[in-house]
């Protein structure tokens, strides 16, 4: 009786490859006629029923498969396999809890990398429903409002609450993030401000507030050459953004300052600015002197050439560093 079951189970397999379903169910289906003390038997038919996408079945069929198993004292292995199956089938028929049941117990039978991996996904995505599920873009503006309220009267702490709770309601939002990373900011917690300020810009790389915001907070570290650069591109954006020249400016006369050992001496922070690699490279680059030259012999040409943000970074960082006296407007 056994061998005749193991024959049918090997003509079910053979079916199986050649994705002969309707055969393969008929072979598996005879298997425990004959056998049915074969959990193997009930976890084969029950993959043939995942395949056909027949997710109630094959659920079914391998809870079948673990009741046998038990009475049989079969091989953990094997009932791990039948749960991990199990797991599976809910995961397609969207029963996420179910599967991640089913996952665990797969798992306290035997601990395999795949078994963790499975259970590790199905609760990600778990959480992600959990959190689509919360989105509610009205709710956020609700939250948003609070928090606008708190902070304009100096509750930053309960602001960042409010803030918090709308980026959950509507993540892809990122002026809710800029305006945390302003809470943050008045928190003097600038690492949890950078990160929001990064968040913001990754959401929407035009966002010019989330720059200043970065380069204000850079500043404010001592960072002086970084909040440049984040000024720098926020004048990439927006080329007549007051702040964002006024942040360069603050920037610049500060880091020339201290590297000069907070000299006066005006002499002493050109002789430091001419040490600066990057004004080398500006000095030397063809393109630039000739702007220079005619600055000094027609002011009005150079007009033009102040619309390219990052010609304006370079005279700002020549004039700052006190080589050149251009009044910039």
Known sequence: MADAALKQKDLGNQAYKKKDFDTAISHYKKAIELDPS????????????FEMKLYDECIKECSTAVEVGREQRADF??????????????????????????????????????????????????????EEAYINPELAETEKQKGNESFKKGDFAEAVKSYSEA?????ADAKIYSNRAACYTKLT???LALKDCDKSLALDPTFVKAYLRKGNVLKAMGQHQNAMD????????????AEAKQGYKDCSVKQYASGAGASNDPEAVRQ???????????MQ????????????????????????PEIVRKIMKLKDAGLISMQYR
Do not use: W
């Open 38 to 49: 074969n959990l193997i038997f009930h976890t084969n038919l029950a993959a043939v029923y």
């Open 77 to 130: 292995k094997l009932i791990a396999k039948a749960y991990n199956r199990m797991g599976s089938a809910h995961r397609k028929a969207e029963n996420l809890e179910a599967a991640k049941g089913a996952f665990e117990k797969a798992l306290t039978e035997h601990r395999t990398p795949d078994y963790r991996q499975n259970l590790s996904e199905v609760e990600s995505m778990i959480k992600k429903a959990a």
């Open 167 to 171: 980026i959950k309601r509507n993540p």
């Open 189 to 191: 917690a600038f690492d």
């Open 230 to 241: 984040v000024y720098v591109k926020a004048l990439d954006v927006d080329p007549n953004n």
């Open 272 to 282: 430091r600015a001419m040490n600066d690699p990057e004004i080398q490279q500006i």
């Open 285 to 308: 680059d063809p393109a630039m002197r000739m702007i220079l030259e005619q600055m000094q012999s027609d002011p009005q040409a150079v007009s033009e050439h102040l619309k390219n």
